[in-house]
C-alpha cells in the first residue's frame, strides 16, 4: 500500500520555539492534510492543502504543499503548551478517497 | 457543525464475545463513513469505507466477517467486532464525510477503546 514517511518521529519543544514536521511519499498526492490528535481521542483537522506549492497559515501554524505533490510540511510557530500532542499528515489521490496517513509526530515538552 | 460522536467510548469484554460500536454524524448527513483502528503510538489505519444503503469496502487483510459494519441510515454506523481477541485490543475511530462539502473533508469521531480480556 501507499506509504506516508512522516518525521521527525518526536521532539521535544520549548515554549516559544519554532518547531518543524514534514511527509514525503513515493507517489503523488492531489490532497494534503495535517490532523492534531490528543491522547484518547480523535483526530482534529489543522490544515488542508489542495494545490501544488500551496502555503497556508492558520494562526501559528503554515503548511505548504510540495510542489512535486509528494511533500508537505507543517510548521508551528511560538509553541506554547498546548501544542503538545501528535500530528498527523494525510494524503488523499482523489474527490472523496480514502486517506493516507503518517506515522505521526510527537510533540512533547521538555523537561 | 459537522460533529460526530462515537458510543460507547471505552469498552472491555471478555475474549469469544461481540462488541458493537456505533458512530453517528449529529448535525450532518454522512453518505460515506470510513472505520480506522489505531494501536498505541502507531497512525490510524483504515479498515473499511462504509456507504449508506450498500456493503461496505473492506481494506486488504481486514476481515469483513469479523469486522461487521453496518451504515443503516444518513446518520448512523456500526462496526461489531464478532468472537473478540485480546489482539483486537484497539482504539477504533470512524469518521464521517458530507457530500456537499469539500471532498477531503473527514469529520472524527472520538473513539472507542477496546478492551479485551
Known amino acids: 500500500g501507499q506509504q506516508l514517511n512522516q518525521s521527525p518521529q518526536s521532539m521535544f519543544i520549548q515554549e516559544g520555539e519554532d518547531v518543524s514536521m514534514n511527509c514525503t511519499s513515493s507517489s503523488i498526492f492531489n490532497t494534503w492534510l495535517w490532523y492534531k490528535q490528543d491522547p484518547g481521542e480523535g483526530p482534529v483537522l489543522l490544515i488542508a492543502l489542495y494545490k501544488a506549492g500551496e502555503l497556508t497559515s492558520n494562526g501559528r501554524l503554515t503548511a505548504q504543499f510540495g510542489i512535486t505533490r509528494k511533500d508537505s510540511f507543517l510548521n508551528i510557530s511560538a509553541s506554547i503548551p498546548s501544542d503538545v500532542g501528535i500530528y498527523f499528515c494525510?494524503?488523499?489521490?482523489?474527490?472523496?478517497?480514502?486517506?493516507?496517513f503518517g506515522g505521526g509526530t510527537r510533540v512533547l515538552v521538555k523537561p | 457543525g459537522a460533529v460526530v460522536s462515537q458510543h460507547p467510548s471505552w469498552v472491555i469484554c471478555k475474549s469469544g464475545t461481540s462488541v458493537k460500536i456505533e458512530c453517528r454524524s449529529l448535525d450532518f448527513q454522512a453518505t460515506t463513513m470510513f472505520w480506522y483502528r489505531q494501536f498505541p503510538k502507531q497512525s490510524l489505519m483504515l479498515m473499511a469505507t462504509?456507504?449508506?444503503?450498500?456493503?461496505?469496502?473492506?481494506e486488504q487483510g481486514v476481515e469483513k466477517d469479523k469486522f461487521l459494519i453496518n451504515h443503516a441510515s444518513l446518520t448512523l454506523s456500526t462496526l461489531t467486532v464478532t468472537s473478540a481477541h485480546p489482539e483486537d485490543s484497539s482504539f477504533y475511530i470512524c469518521s464521517a464525510r458530507r457530500p456537499e462539502g469539500r471532498a477531503y473533508e473527514q469529520y472524527f469521531g472520538p473513539g472507542t477503546r477496546l478492551t479485551v480480556t
Open positions: 462504509s456507504n449508506e444503503g450498500s456493503k461496505a469496502t473492506y
Open positions: 494525510a494524503g488523499q489521490f482523489a474527490a472523496g478517497n480514502k486517506l493516507t
